[in-house]
């Protein structure tokens, strides 16, 4: 089915480790994003892109870095992870036109 | 820049009784406008949106929203709420014509809903 996929789904990472979280979409969309989500403050901006080489900064940028070489894919990357960081993150494209297409999202655990 | 202002954190009704939920937005110029439902340990699923047009939009299990350009609201509303409509709302504002097409997300409005 066409659509928005995150990977991993859930993950458990110690203090000062890193990791990537890769999102995938098949529907040759322009922009994606990449959000946080935190209890009682919605959804917040972390970067995104317009397009295949680009990314630019959101709302809540720090401890964050991005990757679009690929159309299809955008990684987040956290290169030395906090408890802060701790949060479930949300992937989601767009052509721009018809809405935005969100994945089922990434729990991720900062211990 | 957008933004979006859910004045309720929580919200209780009993069920069958009918439901409204305030989204109030600020943007320049004319906004994209979205409401989303997300169950708890679930993604977010799309309720309805508004682009143009009839400013009274019909969206699925039974919602509805009408965007009132002089108030700057986008209210969600639902004659009669069942059980299974308890979950968190969201509120949301595209920017489809600035840098970025930015989707901004209000902070949401948890629903219960006692029988």
């Known amino acids: 089915n066409a659509g928005v996929t995150q990977t991993p789904k859930f993950r458990v990472l110690k203090t000062g480790q890193s990791m990537t979280l890769l999102c995938a979409q098949d529907m040759n969309h322009e922009y994606m994003y990449w959000y946080r989500q935190d209890p009682g403050m919605g959804l917040r901006l972390i970067h995104y892109?317009?397009?295949?080489?680009?990314?630019a900064k959101g709302e809540v940028p720090d401890g964050y870095n991005v990757s679009r070489l690929k159309k299809q894919n955008f990684l987040l990357g956290l290169e030395s992870a906090a408890p802060s960081q701790t949060s479930v993150y949300f992937c989601a494209s767009t052509s721009g036109v018809l809405g935005y297409t969100f994945g089922s999202g990434t729990r991720l655990t900062v211990v | 820049a957008q933004s979006v202002t859910q004045p309720d954190i929580h919200i209780t009704v009993s069920e069958g009784a009918s439901l409204e939920l305030r989204c109030n937005y600020s943007y320049g110029a004319t906004p994209y406008l979205f409401w989303y439902v997300q169950s708890p340990g679930q993604g977010l699923q799309l309720l309805l949106k508004y682009f143009s047009g009839d400013t009274l939009v019909q969206g699925i299990k039974g919602f509805e929203a009408e965007f009132k350009r002089s108030q700057s609201s986008f209210n969600l509303r639902k004659p009669s709420v069942h059980w299974s409509d308890a979950a968190e709302y969201f509120c949301a504002v595209g920017a489809f014509r600035e840098y970025g097409n930015k989707l901004v997300f209000g902070a949401g409005t948890i629903l219960r809903v006692k029988s």
């Open positions: 892109s317009v397009g295949e080489g680009t990314t």
